[in-house]
């Protein structure tokens, strides 16, 4: 049972360039989360998404960042128009409903 | 507006001791409180999940403990070794599982 996939694990993008990241969660799990680590912060919340629907996006900026969970295939959180500050490690996680949140490996994004 | 706090930030103990990490939550209507480990250039693996209805959670040489009247969770780690070098990270839930806070993270080193 394959857990958190999230790819690519690196991801190199020129200022305002647009970056895709991928994360398919683990099999039977319809919660998906992406997190946000920058340099030298701690982990913060942005988005929670079920299949087709984005439940809670109170923690993901307003302009240029937007999450989707299609009916099949990943979650996908695009962030358009990059800039040096997008660079963090971005984590989804899912789960069963309420119970234990599982990591992928994340992506490294680095702005040049 | 839920803040998580953990004490200390960095820790360096002999292979073999007991240890504690702490960690404090402002907002004590919590749903779950969770910990984690994260290695260095890796995603985050979950330890122990203490639901809010229950005091502790033991998982082989992990407990970890949860006083909501006082805002606070404990990591007991016994007979450390160095495998458990790692970023411990504690993480509360108000209102669903995968919507945390998390805090800034415990970074432990055992030594050989």
């Known amino acids: 049972n394959a857990g958190v996939m999230q790819n690519p694990r690196h991801l190199v993008r020129r200022r305002g360039q647009e970056a895709r990241l991928r994360c398919s969660p683990m099999k039977g799990h319809s919660h998906v989360y992406w997190y946000r680590q920058l340099p030298e912060e701690g982990l913060k919340f942005m988005v929670y998404?079920?299949?087709?629907?984005?439940?809670?996006e109170s923690g993901m900026p307003k302009e240029r960042f937007s999450a989707e969970f299609p009916k099949e295939g990943p979650s996908i959180l695009r962030i358009q128009q990059v800039v040096r500050g997008d660079s963090a490690a971005y984590f989804c996680?899912?789960?069963?409903?309420?119970?234990?949140?599982?990591f992928g490996s994340g992506t490294q994004l680095s702005v040049l | 507006k839920q803040e998580v706090t953990q004490i200390p930030a960095a820790l360096s103990v002999p292979e073999g001791e007991n240890l504690v990490l702490n960690c404090s939550f402002t907002d004590s209507a919590i749903y779950n409180l969770q910990w984690f480990r994260q290695d260095p250039g890796k995603g985050l693996t979950s330890l122990l999940l203490?639901?809010?209805?229950?005091r502790e959670q033991t998982s082989g040489r992990l407990n970890a403990s949860l006083d909501k009247s006082s805002g606070r969770s404990t990591l007991y780690i016994a007979a450390s070794q160095p495998g458990d070098s790692a970023t411990y990270l504690c993480a509360a839930a108000n209102t669903n599982a995968g919507k945390s806070t998390f805090g800034d993270g415990t970074t432990l080193t055992v030594k050989p």
């Open positions: 203490i639901q809010s209805s229950q």
């Open positions: 996680a899912s789960s069963i409903g309420d119970e234990k949140l599982f």
């Open positions: 998404l079920q299949k087709e629907n984005i439940i809670d």
